[in-house]
């Protein structure tokens, strides 16, 4: 039996998240299925992470195990001539038994895209963030430096989450611009339910003077959900990168 590393990327506009529910179409099922017509076989599937309903991916990893013969290029491609059409097999290879697509994983990196610009663009639907008014990025910039480091999150978690260990290393935390596209880029090693989003949603609120910028070290610390910013919505959400092997700049 093989352990086999699939690397996919998808639009996540029409699916309720990665992981199978009752209530409706997911990327797992979809996943499964393009297995299924290859294999024969319904396979067990492990994904990296559970994103939620329209939430995107650029690299989201998942590992089965599976007696198929065929080699890791063919599954590849074989993977991506049935699987939907926004849904891409980016990558198929062997890795040994023990490997696992979440537990082996030592940190994520996330992005959220804001369309800036005061009116909306019909190529950013349902893939970024309209946000109308001017976002200041080198106060945003700043701001986002105050979450790197070890922190417990706890304020930047939705409620309902039964997790108990809320304290999480946040390597990276940048804004950057490219004309009217602003992203949010952050990586960790390891996220609560909701955590970016609330991350995003808390900046949004600083950029509105909602939120003093140095009150922020404050809000974390405090580890109050009421003191941080809203929710950001999904749609400006994508797991951009899944890490194996923590990179030499994040592990000094």
């Given at each position: 039996?093989?352990?086999?590393l699939?690397?996919i990327s ?51 990893c998942i ?19 049935v699987l ?44 970024a ?21 070890t ?13 108990t ?7 990276d ?10 992203t ?10 909701n ?10 609120d600083?950029?509105?003077g ?39 700049e994040?592990?000094?």
């Open positions: 039996m093989r352990n086999l699939l690397t998808y639009n996540g506009s029409g699916y309720c998240g990665f992981q199978v529910q009752q209530n409706g179409v997911t990327v797992a099922e979809r996943v499964q299925d393009a297995i299924e017509r290859i294999t024969g076989i319904r396979s067990d599937i492990k994904g990296c992470s559970r994103t939620d309903s329209g939430v995107h991916a650029n690299m989201f590992n089965f195990h599976t007696d198929t013969p065929l080699s890791c290029h063919r599954m590849r491609r074989a993977l991506d001539a939907p059409e926004d849904i891409s097999a980016v990558s198929v290879e062997e890795v040994p038994d023990d490997f696992h697509a979440r537990y082996s994983c030592v940190a994520k990196r996330y992005i959220y895209k804001i369309w800036n610009a005061p009116a909306k663009s019909p190529f950013y639907h349902n893939l963030l309209h946000y109308p008014r001017r976002l200041d990025t080198e106060l945003l910039n700043q701001a986002a430096s105050c979450f790197v480091g922190h417990n999150f706890a304020g930047f978690c939705s409620t309902g989450s039964n997790v260990d809320t304290v999480r290393t946040i390597y935390c940048t804004v950057s611009r490219n004309e009217d596209l602003v949010i880029s952050i990586t960790g090693s390891g996220f609560l339910y955590m970016v989003r609330i991350i995003v949603g808390t900046l949004l600083i950029n509105e909602k939120i003093p910028p140095d009150s922020l070290p404050g809000i974390i610390d405090s580890c109050d959900r009421n003191k941080a910013g809203p929710t950001a919505r999904p749609y400006g959400l994508y797991l951009d990168k899944v890490y194996y092997q923590l990179p030499e994040f592990s000094k």
